[in-house]
């Protein structure tokens, strides 16, 4: 008997079985039971009964329906549009990748999160550092990438004049946040 009680299917057919008998005797003393008895020949009388259904129904009908099933799934509003399937990209010689987030009650449109840099070369997660030096580096020790804009960090596009410098992390953010954008409005993220 011991055995019969370390086993766990067993034990729960036993656990069953006694649950079932004071469940049935709690029934029975607290006078439930007729009205569980009387909801079960209910359920059994609707699922039993007879329906007459015209034959020219059930032989146009059923092709209709299956017909349309595929036309009533893409008018469902819980599709996803397209665009949503992009969720990654090379950007700035950087690998990103992004979270969609649906529209809500307080958001009309889908909305990016979580935009990621990953190295192209070991797939590490990249670390962007205003303080470190080197802005843009990957955490991977073994990994000897080295962000391919790094000497265009601090250039000058006019003498004096930083407009193109990436030389702040919210710039790269920026940047790719707007690349990301332009891409879904020009339609170039489905070529890619």
Same mark, same amino acid.
């Given at each position: 008997?011991?055995?019969? @009680? ?15 008998? !004071? =469940?049935?005797?709690?029934?029975? %003393?607290?006078?439930? @039971? ?8 209910? %359920? ?11 034959? @020219? ?11 349309? !099933? ?17 969720? /990654? ?10 979270? @969609?987030?649906?529209?809500? #009650?307080?958001?009309?449109?889908? #909305? ?13 997660? =990249? ?6 030096? /080197? ?13 391919? =804009? ?11 004049? /930083?407009?193109?410098? !990436?030389?702040?992390?919210?710039? !790269? ?20």
């Amino acid at each position: 008997m011991e055995k019969v @009680w370390k086993d766990p299917v067993w034990s729960s057919v036993i656990a069953g079985i006694i649950l079932a008998v !004071i =469940l049935g005797i709690g029934q029975l %003393f607290f006078g439930l @039971w007729g009205y569980v008895a009387i909801g079960a020949r209910w %359920f059994w009388s609707t699922i039993t009964a007879d329906v007459p259904i015209p034959l @020219w129904l059930l032989i146009t009908g059923v092709p209709i329906l299956i017909l349309f !099933i595929p036309a009533i799934t893409r008018l469902s509003p819980g599709k996803e549009p397209n665009f949503t399937k992009y969720t /990654r990209d090379h950007i700035l010689g950087i690998d990103w990748s992004w979270k @969609w987030i649906p529209p809500n #009650k307080f958001r009309a449109d889908y #909305k990016f999160d979580e935009l990621t840099p990953r190295c192209p070369s070991c797939k590490s997660v =990249l670390n962007i550092d205003d303080y470190d030096g /080197r802005l843009v580096y990957c955490i991977n020790d073994s990994c000897k990438w080295q962000w391919p =804009l790094a000497s265009q960090r601090y250039a000058y596009h006019h003498v004096g004049h /930083r407009s193109d410098a !990436i030389d702040h992390s919210s710039k !790269i953010d920026e940047r790719v946040r707007k690349e990301i954008d332009r891409k879904l409005h020009t339609g170039e993220w489905a070529n890619g």
